[in-house]
């Protein structure tokens, strides 16, 4: 079966740009999404089709997928931005997601 | 505004059944697939099903297949899904989420209810 691969977690400075990756065999020949959720929440899409953001969500998110990773920047990252970050794609009509990454706003 | 409320959630022993719920609102339900998401407790998301918006085309993850039937009442603006056979790996908060179509690309989960707790325990 298909699998996502990300890092348990990531810690980055107020300020400064965050990456969060998501390794996949051949993943770059899908599309991504990225997924926050924060303590006690449900998941919010930040990014789909890669690169896409979806209404509401800040400029500083944004995504690119090529090869075997697919990434989730974060630019000037706020601590508002700390939380859980899931990757997502599709596999044969079957849903995938990635094991999740602890973003740490320290 | 559009908004998922899942219910039905509760304590169940070990071999039980539960069904759940989920009420659509805000949008014309009958457009969009929906899916069912899971998330253990401390762990990551995990797809379960999915169903077309007429309910004629449905997938499930392995883990639940022969199981679990999700099924819909778009006169209703509801989601189900009947869990049979429950285990202890059953144990998480419940998802139910939109589809969304995303021209040109895959579909991505646009709204999400609040989640709805299963425990099973003897």
Known sequence: ?106 | QVQLVESGGGLVKPGGSLRLSCVASGFTFSDYYMTWIRQAPGKGLGYISYISGGGSSIYYADSVKGRFTISRDNAKNSLYLQMNSLGAEDTALYYCARMWAVAGSDDAFDVWGQGTVVTVSS
């Open chain 1, 1 to 106: 079966s298909y699998e996502l691969t990300q890092p348990p977690s990531v810690s980055v400075s107020p300020g400064q740009t965050a990456s969060i990756t998501c390794s996949g065999d051949k993943l770059g020949d899908k599309y991504a999404c990225w997924y926050q959720q924060k303590p006690g929440q449900s998941p919010v899409l930040v990014i789909y089709q890669d690169g896409e953001r979806p209404s509401g969500i800040p400029e500083r998110f944004s995504g690119s997928n090529s090869g075997n990773t697919a990434t989730l920047t974060i630019s000037g990252t706020q601590a508002m931005d700390e939380a859980d970050y899931y990757c997502q794609a599709w596999d044969s009509s079957t849903v995938v997601f990635g094991g999740g990454t602890k973003l740490t706003v320290l």
